[in-house]
């Protein structure tokens, strides 16, 4: 049995879609953070079958909660003070996502003007789906262009 030790301080991303850990660890840019960081793959679960875990000792301010929510809303943040948890957080979708994804539509504004930031907005909440600021191109999580 794997024996991962408590944290003191800082918050526990838990729920997390098996094999997904690792690219949300990056997508966050938490291997930039100078912090401890504990990645548990596979781990069972009665609920999932097989999860992931990341353990983080680091201020929950450091965590964009937006671009987590938006990679994987179904995932639980737990916030950790003094040892133990203070705050469980589920995450909705969040209303806009900015240089996340970035806009398939070859006729799109930021096709031709780099510059631009990639801006989706929350077009449906029951299905999940996001569409483009500029173009109301949809976002299809198939797309070549996600980074995730």
């Known amino acids: ?3 991962v030790g408590k944290i003191e301080e800082g918050f ?3 729920h997390i879609k098996a094999g997904r850990s690792l690219s949300i660890y990056h997508y966050l840019g938490l291997d930039r953070l100078d912090c401890p960081v504990a990645i548990i793959k596979n781990a069972r679960s009665d609920v999932m079958g097989k999860k992931d875990i990341l353990k983080v000792e680091c201020s929950i301010d450091a965590l964009d909660l937006d671009v987590l929510a ?3 809303h179904d995932i639980t943040v737990n916030v950790i003070k003094n040892g133990e948890i203070v705050e469980k957080k589920t995450l909705p979708l969040p209303k806009e996502i900015r240089g996340v994804i970035h806009c398939s539509n070859p006729r799109c ?3 031709v003007e780099r510059g631009l930031p990639h801006i989706f907005y ?3 909440e029951e299905k999940g789906t996001y569409r483009c600021r500029y173009c109301d191109e949809r976002f299809h999580e198939t797309d070549a262009s996600v980074k995730y």
Do not use: G, Q
Request: hydrophobic share 60%; proline share 0%; aromatic share 6%.
């Open 1 to 3: 049995m794997l024996n």
């Open 12 to 14: 526990v991303l838990d």
């Open 70 to 72: 938006f990679l994987d």
């Open 109 to 111: 504004i930021t096709s």
């Open 122 to 124: 929350l077009a449906d």
